[in-house]
């Protein structure tokens, strides 16, 4: 064998089974070219979808880490959580919060390109990282052979992070057809209203970042949180308006939206920043909903067509049942931001069929393309943390 474990994609899935794989003698990363491509939501370009090169999506990640509901994908204690949490963020303890709805927003995001390269110098020899783009793969109970577009590697295990779009190509052309669904699962963004008179959400200021109240309501499929209303965003719908033309700003937001001279979002962003207008008289209600077989999945592996019933009808329950009183619904219920949070991918009874999750097979799905349910929180995380129980668990470290 050239190597004991070698990890496909480079983004925060493959980080956190890279993280896990501690106790391998010998890691190669197969992080995809380093100059990669974008995929996009629709045609405008405005929202990103995937990318298939180093660091993932993951590059342009917001951040946001989530302590309500479970801790993981892969049930974990509230130890592992605070374990993987502090590798990033030394100076804060989430567990006081962990089981209530809060989102930490570190001031400095995870950077799987930053964390793989010090990664790579904490394992001293024990990890490679190669910027080849996987062809495909064989797999048998002896190991595994990974041909990528310039050569093939073996090793005892594979991991797979390839992403939820890149990830069933993958798996197809190297075990067969049928494993991908053709429809994809993601978060949606929504406007639900605006209200007047509630109390401003508490939030939690630190060196490392801040952590925001949120809600839960009736509607188990959303997370509800507050943002002050302030100028032309005291006016129903006019920010939703505006963010389903520029969709979500990623990268140093601040920056961004101050070259689209939007005073209300910079109320925003600014509040979220620096804590300025805390006592703003209207506040507008925002929520994450979860919308399963959100997209269809077109002939090409990255195109995505919305489903516009499965999303109005997730959105349209958000709104009847948000826990606040007095709030005047949107009238552009129709205006939705892709959450970037796309999962569910892959068909599971076909992967297993293929022999892929059985203990002696050396082919483990680590990424978001095999979670089937991930509530209404931000993902990224949690996922994170299960590709670090699963990778700790096959080379006895748990």
Known sequence: MDFEDIVIGSGLAALGAAIGLEGSSSVLVLGGPAQGQFSHY???ATVPSSYLGDGGLGNDWHGVIPTGWCNAYDPRDDEAYAALFRRFYPRTDPRPRLG???????????????????????????????????????????????TTAMT?????????????LHTPGL????????????????????????????????????RDGAFFQAWQGACADALYTLRPARFAYRTLDHGIEQRAVFGLPTGSAIAKISKRMSPGLLAEAFYNRFGLFPGAPRHSVYAQVLVRDAYAVGAAQTAL????????????????????????VSQRPELTIP????????????????????????????????????????????MMLGAVARAQRAVGLA
């Open 305 to 328: 067509i919305a489903k516009d019933g499965a999303i109005r009808a997730a959105t349209d329950a958000a709104r009847a049942h948000a826990p606040f009183a007095g709030v005047r």
């Open 152 to 164: 093939t590697h073996r090793a005892r295990r594979l991991w797979i992070a390839a992403g939820a």
């Open 100 to 146: 209530r709805p809060w989102l930490f927003v570190p001031w400095r995001p995870i950077r799987p390109r930053l964390e793989f390269a010090r990664l790579q110098q904490e394992r001293a020899g024990k990890l490679t990282l190669a910027p080849e783009l996987v062809l495909s793969f064989r797999a048998s109970r002896a190991g595994v052979a990974v």
């Open 339 to 382: 959450g970037i949070h796309l999962h569910h991918s892959v068909d599971l009874q076909s992967l297993a069929h293929a022999g892929v999750g059985d203990a002696d097979f050396p082919v483990q799905v680590v990424d978001a393309s095999v979670l089937s349910e991930i509530g209404p929180e931000h993902h990224s995380f949690k």
């Open 171 to 206: 798996l197809e052309r190297s075990l067969g057809q049928g494993i991908a669904r053709g429809l994809v699962s993601d978060h949606v963004g929504c406007y639900v209203g605006q209200a007047d008179g509630l109390q401003a959400p508490a939030i939690h200021r630190n």
């Open 42 to 44: 629709d045609g405008r």
